[in-house]
């Protein structure tokens, strides 16, 4: 079984749409993040969240929110849903250590913004 | 303003034959870097890293190299298999939990 789970894996919407992506953990890992992919851009941090209470914006957090409803889980929202939200978006934990931490991503959400 | 750039989007290498992949910073704060394999339909995964202190890490068929003073690092995959066909982004931290990432570039090894 997957250590890092998404759901859904596709969605296409339109815009305007509230869409909620949830991302789930089995390793018990107290850091949780989400990225975004676009083509020609790599990776980029959306939102991060060291344990239950404590969330933080990362780079490109505008149109975006997220609720840390347990350890394990980590919801992204988008309350409207505009066209270039369009993205592959990965959610990632890691355990923290000294130095830097090892993330591990779950498989990712292919989202479409009509 | 990207901070970390891989500059070839692909790369076609024979299998058996070396496979150097190539990645430049910016930032001159980075102190830690990673490389992340990613096959289709999956996550990035974790593949080698190196700390700014060093100038080579080796871990079986991968190596990276790092070159602080040129801002560069390399992966170097030896000796490319079938399975090595991915993309493979190169990241780099201030050794804390921001990872700053390039675009990615994609491996095909031909048979």
């Known amino acids: 079984d997957a250590d890092v789970t998404q759901t859904p894996r596709n969605r296409i919407t339109k815009t305007g749409k509230r869409i909620m992506l949830e991302c789930s953990q089995t390793?018990?890992?107290?850091?949780m993040y989400w990225y975004r992919q676009d083509p020609g851009l790599g990776l980029r941090l959306i939102y991060y969240?060291?344990?239950?209470?404590?969330?933080n914006k990362g780079e490109i957090s505008d149109g975006y929110s997220v609720s840390r409803q347990a350890q394990a889980k980590f919801s992204l929202s988008l309350e409207s849903a505009i066209p270039n939200q369009t993205a592959l978006y990965f959610c990632?934990?890691?355990?923290?250590?000294?130095?830097?931490?090892?993330?591990?991503f779950g498989p990712g959400t292919r989202l479409t913004v009509l | 303003d990207q901070q970390v750039k891989q500059n070839s989007p692909s790369l076609s290498v024979q299998e058996g034959r070396i496979s150097i992949l190539n990645c430049d910073y910016t930032?001159?704060?980075?102190?830690?870097f990673l490389w992340y394999k990613k096959y289709p339909a999956e996550g990035p995964t974790f593949l080698i890293s190196?700390?700014?202190?060093?100038d080579k890490n080796e871990d079986g068929r991968f190596t990276v190299f790092l070159n602080k003073s040129a801002k560069h690092l390399s992966l170097h995959i030896v000796p490319s298999q079938p399975g090595d066909s991915a993309v493979y982004f190169c990241?780099?931290?201030?050794?804390?939990?921001?990872?700053?990432f390039g675009a990615g570039t994609t491996v095909t090894v031909r048979a």
């Open positions: 990241a780099a931290t201030r050794h804390d939990y921001k990872l700053s």
């Open positions: 930032n001159s704060m980075f102190d830690y």
């Open positions: 390793k018990g890992h107290d850091r």
């Open positions: 990632a934990t890691s355990e923290k250590t000294v130095g830097t931490d090892t993330q591990y």
């Open positions: 190196i700390s700014s202190i060093k």
């Open positions: 969240s060291f344990d239950v209470k404590d969330i």
